[in-house]
C-alpha cells in the first residue's frame, strides 16, 4: 500500500514538470526579434517571403531602401488581417459599384 501512493505521488510531479518545461519554451520561441535577428533569418533563407513562426512580429521591415514593410507570413494575425482587408475591399466593390 505504501509502494502505490508514493508512485502515485511521483506521476504528478513528471507531468507537471514536463508541462511547464513546454509552456515555457512556447514562451521563449513566441518573442519579438530584433532587427539584426530577421536579416540573419533572411540570410539564411532563401525566400521572397518572411514567414517564421517563431517570431512574434505581425510587421517586419522589408530590406530594399526606403521605409518599407511587410508581413511575418509565420504569423497567423497577418493571414486574418490580409482575409480580412479583402473581404472589405470585395464588399465595397460589390455594395459600391
Known amino acids: 500500500m505504501i509502494g502505490i501512493i508514493i508512485a502515485q505521488n511521483e506521476r504528478p510531479e513528471r507531468r507537471?514538470?514536463?508541462f511547464q518545461s513546454?509552456?515555457?519554451?512556447?514562451?521563449?520561441?513566441k518573442r519579438k526579434w530584433t532587427r539584426q535577428e530577421?536579416?540573419?533569418?533572411?540570410?539564411?533563407?532563401?525566400?521572397?517571403?518572411?514567414?517564421?513562426?517563431e517570431?512574434?512580429?505581425?510587421?517586419?521591415?522589408?530590406?530594399?531602401?526606403?521605409?518599407?514593410?511587410?508581413f511575418n507570413w509565420g504569423?497567423?494575425?497577418?493571414?486574418?488581417?490580409?482575409?480580412g482587408l479583402t473581404a472589405l475591399l470585395v464588399s465595397v466593390a460589390i455594395l459600391g459599384g
Open 16 to 18: 507537471s514538470v514536463k
Open 22 to 29: 513546454t509552456q515555457e519554451e512556447y514562451a521563449m520561441a
Open 38 to 53: 530577421t536579416d540573419a533569418w533572411l540570410d539564411s533563407h532563401d525566400s521572397w517571403f518572411y514567414a517564421n513562426r
Open 55 to 70: 517570431d512574434a512580429n505581425l510587421f517586419v521591415r522589408k530590406r530594399c531602401l526606403g521605409i518599407n514593410w511587410t
Open 75 to 83: 504569423n497567423p494575425w497577418s493571414w486574418v488581417m490580409t482575409a
